[in-house]
Antibody, heavy 120, light 107 residues
Framework: QIQLVQSGGEVKKPGASVKVSCKTS????????ISWIRQAPGQGLEWVGW????????KSAKKLQDRVSMTTDTSTSTAYMELRSLRSDDTAIYYC?????????????WGQGTLVTVSS | DIQMTQSPSSLSAYVGDRVTITCRAS??????LNWYQHEPGKAPKLLIY???SLQSGVPLRFSGSGSGTDFTLTISGLQPEDFATYYC?????????FGQGTKVEFK
C-alpha cells in the first residue's frame, strides 16, 4: 500500500537549518508530486510548497521562497524539505503528502508529520 | 496571492444535522478547490477534490459544489466521527492557499 514515512522530530536553535525527509513506498515515485504543508501550534494548515518527482518542477509559498528548498532522490523514492534561517514561528508539524492522482496535484496520501521545534 | 475566506470559523450542530461550510476565493480558481478534514493528532484527510469529486472511501454524506470563487462543503447527516476542523485548499496557481478552517463541534 502507499506509505509516506517522515523523519523524526527535530529541535533547532534560531538561525539554524532543518531537513525533513519523506520516504515513500507502494507506488511509482516519479509519477507523482509531493506537497509540504505545516501547522503551527494552535494555527491552521499552511502550504509550504510542492515538487514534481517526475521533472523537478517546484512551487513554494512566497513568504518561504527565500528559505525553503525541496528535493527528491529517485534512487530511494524519498523527498526532502530543507528550511534555513529558522525562526521561532517556524515551529510546527511539517507534513509531506503525495498527489491524489497523475496530473492532479491535490495532496492526498500523507506522512505522519514531523514536529520541528525552534527554540533558543 | 489568492486569498481564501472560509466561513464560519466554528459551528455547533446536532448529530443528524445538515452542515454547510463555505469558501470564497479572492479571484477565480476555476474548480481547483479541495476540502480536507483534520482531526487533532492525525494527518489531514482529503474529502473532495476538483470542487465536487468525492475522494474514494469518503462517505456519501460529504459533498462539494461551486466553481470560480464560491464553494461549499455540505455534510448531510452529521455523525459523531465528523467532529473535526475542515479546510479548503486552492491549488489553481503557483501559490496555493488554505482557508482559515472551520471547527465543527457537537451541541
Amino acid at each position: 500500500q502507499i506509505q509516506l514515512v517522515q523523519s523524526g522530530g527535530e529541535v533547532k536553535k534560531p538561525g539554524a537549518s532543518v531537513k525533513v525527509s519523506c520516504k515513500t513506498s507502494g507506488y511509482t515515485f516519479t509519477s507523482y508530486g509531493i506537497s509540504w504543508i505545516r501547522q503551527a501550534p494552535g494555527q491552521g494548515l499552511e502550504w509550504v510548497g510542492w515538487i514534481s518527482a517526475y521533472n523537478g518542477e517546484k512551487k513554494s509559498a512566497k513568504k518561504l521562497q527565500d528559505r525553503v528548498s525541496m528535493t527528491t532522490d529517485t534512487s530511494t523514492s524519498t523527498a526532502y524539505m530543507e528550511l534555513r534561517s529558522l525562526r521561532s514561528d517556524d515551529t510546527a508539524i511539517y507534513y509531506c503528502a503525495r498527489d491524489v492522482r497523475v496530473y492532479d496535484s491535490s495532496p492526498n496520501y500523507w506522512g505522519q508529520g514531523t514536529l520541528v521545534t525552534v527554540s533558543s | 496571492d489568492i486569498q481564501m475566506t472560509q466561513s464560519p470559523s466554528s459551528l455547533s450542530a446536532y448529530v443528524g444535522d445538515r452542515v454547510t461550510i463555505t469558501c470564497r476565493a479572492s479571484q477565480s480558481v476555476s474548480n481547483y478547490l479541495n476540502w480536507y478534514q483534520h482531526e487533532p493528532g492525525k494527518a489531514p484527510k482529503l474529502l473532495i477534490y476538483g470542487a465536487s469529486s468525492l475522494q474514494s472511501g469518503v462517505p456519501l454524506r460529504f459533498s462539494g459544489s461551486g466553481s470560480g470563487t464560491d464553494f461549499t462543503l455540505t455534510i448531510s447527516g452529521l455523525q459523531p466521527e465528523d467532529f473535526a476542523t475542515y479546510y479548503c485548499l486552492q491549488n489553481y496557481d503557483s501559490f496555493w492557499t488554505f482557508g482559515q478552517g472551520t471547527k465543527v463541534e457537537f451541541k
